[in-house]
């Protein structure tokens, strides 16, 4: 359509087709040299919003990682502890089919008596079992040990995670996936048992003979310093929150099972079987 | 009536220097072949006024016009003033495009994403702080990572909101400084300074024309002067008898005129109270950036503050007591709350003992949430729309322009095929003039050296 082609013209165009061929190139450079596709917002305005997307995506799925691996120490410290509990039942249960037996003197009763107080501090010592220097069974005070090792066995946490009321220690495994990964050192091993110098007035009453402080060698009482918290009746429980007993200890085998599903929380139960 | 045998060589005479003017002027057509703005000349020639022959003197007895040979008529330059108007229009355009394109590019670069160090990262690493408090709740190395992140993300934002108020700032000065009108022995912006030129140009031309000359090359200066003024605002030129313009801006959506050259005197004073005007051009497209209230940058800001204060809004809902203070503006003031910063272990991870992590947990879920995320993501798309779209725009603008441009070289510019040519045209021509003089000289020699010497 132009009828004169002047010499500006030729120029002017040449140099604009230079231009935009030069800077193809610039952006082309650009891109392998940093392997980039997207250096500015303007490239490519939906293809930055996605892979800015992408990036939490990534960012969220490494948490999740993280939280999944953290969980899982966690949960095989619980494990082992919980395995080493069991070991230590089973073995208080033989001794006490032992000691039950009539060919048991008192001086083998004597010792049985013994083992069992080393397999309590033993449980004691399992349940105190740490990962990253968190207690796992103290719900969530976790600095805090759920047994001191001795004679004193109430359990010093709390009951969150266990009580339905209050959440535990949770991790994030997934979007709005979340998952309580402690245990509650009240719901395996109770309270322990109160010193047996505390009875009820009824007790007392009824067999004058267990209110006289016992002094057999090797029995828990002597072993057991009068606790101020105890203020209930070690024999018939009588408001008694907790008491360790030897249907309750066969259980912690299942404990681990129990704890999966929700419904089968409990708030904790009063003991109301007759002591053995 | 006899005619003189000595008229021949006038006529020569009169084609000799015809052609010596018309090579002059081709002469100054290829020495400007490159100038800007430089429209081709050439000089128009006519039979000069012929020899009336009375009656009696033809064979038929009728009268006759002898012709006397060429004269030049005009030198004038050869341009189109409606190519001239549309080169103006898209001109206006294109440079309202490139502001508003190198203005948003700088307010794009502030972001600095995609990539590691833009606020979406800072965001992520928030949320994994979070994360890493939930593992690890009475950890006090996890607490004070969290507020260096918190703090971290604070800075992020009032850093990319400083460096986009500063790329408004730069877009409101460069528009001060072309717009700012001669006061006193300041000769003002751009526009003042050529203002002052077309005043000074107006004056010299109307002079020559009224005097009847054709300045070619002060009007080639003078329509360049308004290309240039065209780059800044949409233009209106007004043609006065003598010669002289009247040149204003003229607002693109109220059609309000504001002068620039009145006649013989710059009338440039400035934009309007509040440059509450759209005059197109470089000055649209800066106050389209800079603007405030209602520039683009500015509604830049206004999101990004709102991104902010959701964010204080939402940590602190979740959090359930003062994480983040937030002030005016608050995407310039984020920051962890002064009781955190002093002492980051009272950071609480959950509602009960030291080891419960609900409130980290909750915090780590809101990881994505579409008002903070996805609210900044979609700023972040959105800017990159509008420098794309300016970009666009410029390129369109540019690819106009150019071609208006091409239409205008094809008139006026120089085409140096076309002057050689002509300057073999007119060399044979000057030489042709020159051999019929050289006959003329010959006859006149035989007429007087060789006749009546009969018996000499």
Known sequence: MNSRITTGMVQRSVLSDLNSISLKLARTQGKASSGKEITRPSDNPFGTAQAMGLRQAMSANDKYKSNIDDATGWMDTTESALASMSGYLDRAHTLIIQGASDTADQTSRNSIASEIDQIIQGLKDSANATYAGSYLMSGTSTGVAPYAQGADDTYKGDDAGWDPTTVGVLREIGPGVTLSINSVGRELLGDGQPPMTTSCSTCCATSPTICAPATAPGSRATSRAPTTTSTRCWRCGRAMAHGRTASKLRRIGSTRSRKRSRSSFRRPRTPTSPRP | ?456
């Open chain 2, 1 to 456: 009536m006899p005619i003189s045998s000595f008229y021949g060589l006038q006529t020569s005479l009169r084609g000799l220097m015809a052609q010596q003017r018309m090579l002059d002027t081709t002469s100054h057509n290829i020495a400007n072949a490159s100038t800007v703005g430089y429209s081709r000349q050439e000089a128009t020639l006519a039979a000069s006024q012929a020899l009336q022959v009375p009656a009696g003197s033809t064979a038929s007895g009728s009268g006759a016009h002898l012709g006397s040979g060429v004269d030049v008529q005009s030198y004038r330059r050869v341009r189109d003033q409606f190519l001239d108007l549309q080169y103006r229009g898209q001109n206006t355009n294109l440079q309202e495009w490139t502001a508003r394109a190198n203005g948003l590019s700088s307010a794009e670069l502030s972001l600095s994403e995609p990539g590691t160090n833009g606020i979406n990262q800072q965001l992520a690493n928030f949320w994994d702080a979070w994360s890493k408090l939930e593992q690890h709740p009475a950890d006090g190395s996890a607490k004070q990572a969290l507020v260096e992140q918190a703090t971290s993300l604070g800075d992020s934002f009032a850093g990319v909101r400083a460096q986009m108020t500063a790329a408004q700032s730069a877009a409101q000065a460069e528009y001060d400084d072309i717009t700012r009108p001669a006061s006193g022995t300041d000769q003002g912006g751009q526009i003042a300074q050529i203002a002052t030129q077309l005043a000074d140009l107006n004056t010299t031309i109307s002079h020559f024309l009224t005097a009847g000359d054709a300045p070619n090359d002060l009007m080639d200066a003078r329509d360049q002067l308004l290309d240039k003024l065209s780059g800044y605002g949409q233009v209106s030129v007004e043609q006065l008898n003598t010669g002289s313009l009247n040149v204003s801006f003229v607002d693109k959506v109220t059609g309000t005129t504001y002068p620039i050259v009145t006649d013989m005197a710059s009338a440039w004073g400035g934009p309007p109270a509040g440059d509450n005007w759209t005059p197109g051009g470089q000055m649209g497209g800066l106050l389209g950036v800079a603007r405030i209230p209602g520039g683009t940058v500015d509604g830049y800001l206004n999101t990004l503050d709102t991104i902010a204060d959701t964010i204080a809004t939402k940590v602190n809902a979740a959090y359930g007591g003062s994480f983040f203070t937030i002030g005016t503006p608050p995407a310039g003031t984020l920051m962890v709350d002064a009781a955190l910063t002093t002492d980051p272990t009272a950071v609480t991870a959950g509602t009960g003992a030291p080891g419960s992590n609900d409130i980290a947990l909750k915090l780590s879920q809101m990881a994505g949430d579409p008002a903070i995320d996805g609210a900044y993501r979609a700023f972040v798309a959105q800017v990159g729309s509008n420098v794309n779209e300016a970009e666009r725009q410029q390129s369109n603008g540019q690819v106009l322009t150019d071609s208006v441009e091409d239409r205008r070289q094809s008139v006026a510019g120089v085409s140096m095929d076309e002057e050689m040519s002509n300057l073999i045209r007119f060399q044979r021509a000057y030489q042709a003039s020159a051999r019929a003089m050289s006959t003329m000289d010959e006859m006149i020699d035989v007429l007087i050296n060789r006749t009546g010497r009969v018996g000499l």
